[in-house]
């Protein structure tokens, strides 16, 4: 086992057994909170996520950040089989006390034309986060256990001060196996969800 994989774990457990936020607080309703809730919240430029009912603040992706985000997009767009569609920033409803935002998904295309507002873990192929200071903890054990136990079957974290490096997690039953590293400088040839092939380091260079 790996250093980085036993760092994931340890964060997963301590995250797991966090509980709800008790107090009140400057936004609308009381916690815990749900996703009926977080429809009322103000549109003041931070991320808010739920995990059983306790908030999950992250403030906007950083340039850098989004740099990264837009290029896998379009790496994802590029390969992907007319059925398959990559999306940024979806609203993914796990429950009531339960709501995700993943930097990048990859759902059905049919999905896409019939879900509203939320899509929920069965409509999600991949899902991706970029890892920011603000989210490493959240992004490197937390969301792993997240995902995993949601039942999506693919999870990519990119790892902006690596190279970038991609670990690639493939669920094993009912948790993800020990990360997959794909580092920059190398070309990452994956399978799931469906065939795509990359350097990481182009998730950071210029156009051109």
């Known amino acids: 086992m790996g250093e980085g ?8 457990t301590a995250m797991a057994t966090t509980e709800p936020t008790t107090g ?26 739920l995990f059983n009912g306790s908030l999950l603040v992250s403030p906007s992706p950083a340039p850098l950040h989004q740099r990264a985000i837009r290029r ?17 920033t979806v ?12 930097d990048l998904v990859v759902v059905p295309a049919e999905r896409t034309e019939a879900v509203p507002l939320m899509f929920a873990p069965r409509d999600v192929h991949l899902a991706v986060e970029v890892v920011s200071p603000s989210t490493q903890g959240r992004d490197r054990g937390f969301k792993t256990g997240a ?8 999870y990519w974290r990119v790892e902006m001060d690596e190279g970038p490096t991609v670990y690639v997690y493939e669920l094993d039953g009912k948790a993800y196996g020990p990360p997959v590293a794909h580092k920059a400088g190398t070309v990452a040839a994956l399978q799931k969800p469906y065939p795509v092939s990359f350097d990481p380091a182009v998730l950071l ?4």
């Open 5 to 12: 994989e036993i760092r994931d774990n340890e964060q997963v």
């Open 24 to 49: 009140r607080t400057v936004l609308p309703g009381v916690p815990p909170f749900t996703v009926d809730d977080l429809l009322k919240f103000p549109d003041d430029g931070n991320r808010y996520e």
């Open 72 to 88: 896998l997009e379009r790496i994802l767009e590029d390969a992907a089989p007319l059925e398959l569609e990559p999306l940024g």
């Open 91 to 102: 609203n993914l409803r796990v429950s009531d006390v339960d709501y995700y935002i993943p």
């Open 147 to 154: 995902y995993a136990e949601a039942g999506i079957p693919v």
């Open 205 to 208: 260079s210029r156009r051109g």
